[in-house]
């Protein structure tokens, strides 16, 4: 009984900050700025992987970033990625890709502002800290993406060999699909990880986050998923915005999946704040 009037507390508290502190403008914010971000960040990251040898990284930063989205959504949002990644570029450091650098780090920056509301924390950094931490998510996630494209190229080189080498290996190495997503969902988990630690502002434990990402992953499933079934079934989205219809159900499917990452740094505020408050009824009743 007591477990259930706990979490009755720590979900009323998340679901009401949400509500209270604008959590549905804010979802729109980060879904807007994140697909704003997108192109900008896959600009800046290509030119700067093809400099390094990474001559896959379009391909599979397409896979890493679509393949965990519903066919209906991912589609034609990757088709014209791939467009404009396949143009040719070689003005890396010019004023251009800088800029593109710089776009893509709003969308750092719109989350640094989600989760500093959700944990109810005032930022207290400086603005130049601020968006070089961002710059440097951004590259940082450009190096690993440009480091898994080259993996995933020798992966099934190394794979034969090993199955020449070990046949017991053989069930355990699946397919190039398996493999990417795997390590599109690897790539997710130590996202959330990453910006729940270090984006807002203030100091958190990692096992204080852990409830807040379990329940983005388990809603990003199930939003998804109904999200996709919903596409298929009742949506009119093609009839009412014509050839606009993928940019929108792009930007619908990025609001739900903004919103439950937000709720996520809710839950984790609600759950600490129920923890600090039964500790201080504790050490009262104790004096």
Same mark, same amino acid.
């Given at each position: 009984?007591?477990?259930?009037?706990?979490?009755?507390?720590?979900?009323?508290?998340?679901?009401?900050?949400?509500?209270?502190?604008?959590?549905? !403008?804010?979802?729109?914010?980060? +879904? $807007? %700025?994140? /697909?704003?971000?997108?192109? =900008?960040? #896959?600009?800046?990251?290509?030119?700067?992987?093809?400099?390094?040898?990474?001559?896959?990284?379009?391909?599979?930063?397409?896979?890493?970033?679509?393949?965990?989205?519903?066919?209906?959504?991912?589609?034609?949002?990757?088709?014209?990625?791939?467009?404009?990644?396949?143009?040719?570029?070689?003005?890396?450091?010019?004023?251009?890709?800088?800029?593109?650098?710089?776009?893509?780090?709003?969308?750092?920056?719109?989350?640094?502002?989600?989760?500093?509301?959700?944990?109810?924390?005032?930022?207290?950094?400086?603005?130049?800290?601020?968006?070089?931490?961002?710059?440097?998510?951004?590259?940082? !996630?450009?190096?690993?993406?440009? +480091? $898994? %494209?080259? /993996?995933?190229?020798?992966? =099934?080189? #190394?794979?034969?060999?090993?199955?020449?080498?070990?046949?017991?290996?053989?069930?355990?190495?699946?397919?190039?699909?398996?493999?990417?997503?795997?390590?599109?969902?690897?790539?997710?988990?130590?996202?959330?990880?990453?910006?729940?630690?270090?984006?807002?502002?203030?100091?958190?434990?990692?096992?204080?986050?852990?409830?807040?990402?379990?329940?983005?992953?388990?809603?990003?499933?199930?939003?998804?998923?109904?999200?996709?079934?919903?596409?298929?079934?009742?949506?009119?989205?093609?009839?009412?915005?014509?050839?606009?219809?993928?940019?929108?159900?792009?930007?619908?499917?990025?609001?739900?999946?903004?919103?439950?990452?937000?709720?996520?740094?809710? /839950?984790?505020?609600?759950?600490?704040?129920?923890?600090?408050?039964?500790?201080?009824?504790?050490?009262?009743?104790?004096?």
């Amino acid at each position: 009984m007591r477990k259930i009037v706990a979490l009755r507390r720590v979900l009323y508290d998340a679901v009401g900050h949400f509500i209270d502190d604008d959590g549905w !403008a804010m979802a729109s914010h980060v +879904a $807007i %700025s994140s /697909l704003m971000a997108l192109f =900008p960040f #896959l600009i800046f990251a290509t030119t700067l992987a093809s400099f390094m040898g990474a001559d896959a990284f379009a391909e599979t930063a397409v896979h890493l970033i679509f393949d965990t989205w519903p066919d209906q959504i991912a589609a034609p949002i990757a088709r014209e990625v791939v467009n404009v990644l396949t143009v040719q570029r070689t003005d890396l450091l010019t004023f251009g890709i800088v800029l593109a650098a710089y776009f893509a780090s709003n969308g750092i920056e719109a989350l640094r502002t989600a989760l500093n509301r959700a944990y109810r924390v005032t930022e207290t950094r400086s603005l130049i800290f601020r968006r070089l931490q961002s710059l440097a998510f951004v590259l940082i !996630a450009t190096v690993g993406f440009a +480091a $898994i %494209s080259v /993996l995933l190229v020798f992966a =099934p080189l #190394l794979a034969r060999l090993a199955e020449a080498k070990f046949e017991w290996i053989q069930p355990y190495v699946g397919t190039s699909t398996l493999w990417r997503l795997g390590i599109a969902a690897t790539v997710i988990v130590l996202g959330l990880v990453v910006v729940h630690m270090w984006l807002p502002s203030g100091k958190r434990s990692f096992g204080s986050i852990v409830p807040g990402i379990l329940f983005t992953l388990a809603g990003w499933l199930a939003g998804s998923t109904i999200f996709a079934n919903y596409l298929d079934r009742f949506s009119s989205y093609v009839t009412t915005y014509a050839g606009l219809a993928s940019i929108m159900i792009a930007i619908v499917f990025l609001y739900i999946v903004s919103a439950i990452f937000i709720l996520g740094g809710e /839950l984790n505020a609600a759950i600490g704040r129920y923890v600090e408050a039964r500790a201080r009824v504790g050490g009262d009743a104790g004096g």
